[in-house]
């Protein structure tokens, strides 16, 4: 049998820099079927870069992959936000073989499967962890049954979405096979897009040491269920040193969603990582939890390498942090934050902006806790509510908005409407605010001065401030303070052409 599996990739901010990496879910995935099957199966990874207004080229790459590769089986991995390439995609497999199977993974199809199978192309959703329902289904029709009563899928049947029994959560994670790296090029994305800690992307790993994340954050996917299962630190040493070894590769993302949840094993990592004599960069761009950090947990990840890390705090409103249920304690947050600019360490904060009730006052609480605090870099997003999400479920219970009106596709960079208690304006002048005066502090460009080099090239470190002049709206001219202004004129010199882009926001 041979297996395409495709990960759709819809990029935002790409009149800027789009961001790409290799499918982490994809090569496990890969690793699992081959192990399972051998050589009774062949499988081909491959991404599709999505960019909005090229539905033409999306079909081209899909189509000409299909008449090269020739598969029996189409695999899609997507973001709700990449649905609209989602669908075509799978629409133009079963136009060019009405045979060929279809199936899809990932955050779309495992939090709106109604809306992956809509359009009639789609044989069957995998929903959640994928690797032992996809070995599954791919037994299934190999041998010739009947593959509609596998655990964990949903599919339609006269007109209805039918889910079959749940699949338990893979408990050992450690019994998994090491990611499928046969299919991977590190150099195909260089020097082309952004990496997910912005960097221009160069050849690196991406590294998933935890499934699950014991929190229950209201605006969050729901993919790998909610119990925290670790690989152990001798695991994930193995898997650094292989591809250190076997590619020559130094520069290594976590992208955990909680990594530090077990302190005592984030510690042990970076001990093992440090007695290896491998001279290697970490980072940790999906965060960590800035409340389960003490002081040796962030020097002991600087002295394994790491030179970056996000920090998501998300709302500086107590009141929000409750009712989005990410409970995070800000004072201890803001610790953590200050043992990281004491160790020189690279940190960007994640802040949203619209939640639901949200009050003016609260709203400010979170830009006035980005302002104080030492974070060299900030992102500020606008609330999105995704299907299948607590947050959705809650903006729809205020009567914000129908199922079928709202639009995911738009990005969280944007500002839009929300319900929320002040207008659309006052968000769009606060998100302003925010950059504004978060960035453009004399103390913030020092420290951002003296930090970013460890692990920023000079072009991107252009790029890290032309963001920001770009986002404020500003003018050269409103910037008060002499230092900052000498640092930034130059890049307000050339930020005229990118003030043209529409709604540009970091």
């Excluded at 079963?94 to 060929?100: A, D, T």
């Excluded at 899928?153 to 889910?163: C, D, L, P, S």
């Excluded at 800000?330 to 949200?358: D, S, V, Y």
């Amino acid at each position: 049998m041979k297996i395409l599996l495709t990960d759709i990739l819809r990029t935002s901010l790409e009149e800027v820099w789009p961001s790409a990496e290799h499918s982490l879910g994809l090569m496990y995935l890969s690793a699992a079927v081959k192990r399972e099957f051998g050589d009774e199966v062949d499988v081909r990874i491959e991404t599709l870069i999505s960019r909005q207004g090229k539905e033409e080229a999306d079909k081209k790459f899909m189509s000409e992959l299909l008449e090269e590769y020739k598969p029996d089986l189409a695999g899609f991995r997507s973001l709700t936000i990449g649905n609209q390439a989602f669908h075509a995609a799978v629409r133009t497999v079963k136009e060019w073989k009405g045979n060929c199977f279809t199936t899809a993974g990932g955050p779309y199809p495992t939090d709106d499967p109604q809306g992956a199978l809509s359009g009639g192309c789609l044989d069957c959703a995998v929903i959640g962890e994928g690797e032992v329902t996809f070995n599954g289904l791919i037994g299934r029709i190999l041998r010739g049954e009947m593959w509609q009563t596998v655990p964990g899928i949903a599919f339609t049947e006269g007109g209805r979405v039918i889910k079959t029994q749940s699949r338990p959560l893979i408990l050992d994670i450690d019994s998994l096979p090491l990611p499928d790296y046969s299919h991977i090029d590190f150099n195909k994305f260089s020097n082309q897009y952004l990496t997910f800690t912005s960097k221009i992307s160069k050849p690196h790993a991406n590294i998933m040491t935890t499934r699950g994340c014991p929190y229950r954050c209201s605006y969050c996917h729901n993919i790998l269920g909610k119990r925290f299962r670790a690989r152990s630190p001798e695991s994930v040493l193995a898997e650094i040193s292989f591809i250190y070894n076997s590619f020559g590769i130094t520069d290594f993302q976590i992208i955990d969603d909680i990594f530090n949840f077990d302190i005592a094993r984030a510690k042990r990592i970076c001990d093992l990582i440090k007695s290896s004599g491998m001279k290697l960069t970490l980072s940790f761009p999906n965060a960590i939890r800035a409340d389960r950090a003490d002081d040796e947990l962030i020097d002991k990840m600087c002295e394994a390498g790491t030179k970056f890390t996000s920090i998501a705090i998300e709302t500086g409103s107590p009141r929000m942090q409750k009712l989005i249920r990410k409970n995070l304690d800000l004072q201890k947050a803001m610790k953590t934050i200050e043992r990281c600019a004491e160790n020189g360490l690279i940190t960007r904060g994640f802040f949203m902006l619209g939640f639901p009730t949200e009050t003016e006052e609260e709203l400010k609480q979170t830009v006035d806790y980005a302002i104080e605090s030492p974070l060299t870099g900030a992102t500020f997003f606008t609330v999105v509510y995704f299907p299948g999400t607590e947050l959705h479920a809650l903006a729809k219970s205020l009567g914000y908005f129908k199922e079928s009106d709202y639009d995911v596709i738009r990005d969280y960079v944007d500002v839009g409407e929300g319900p929320y208690e002040y207008s659309l304006e006052t968000l769009t002048e606060m998100k302003k605010r925010a950059i504004r005066e978060f960035a453009f502090s004399k103390a913030r460009i020092s420290l951002a001065l003296r930090t970013l080099p460890s692990y920023f090239t000079q072009r991107e470190i252009d790029g890290f401030f032309m963001a920001y002049v770009v986002s404020s709206k500003a003018s050269v001219e409103e910037i008060r303070d002499e230092y900052v202004r000498s640092i930034l004129k130059r890049y307000f010199l050339i930020a005229d052409k990118f003030s043209k882009k529409s709604e540009f926001y970091v």
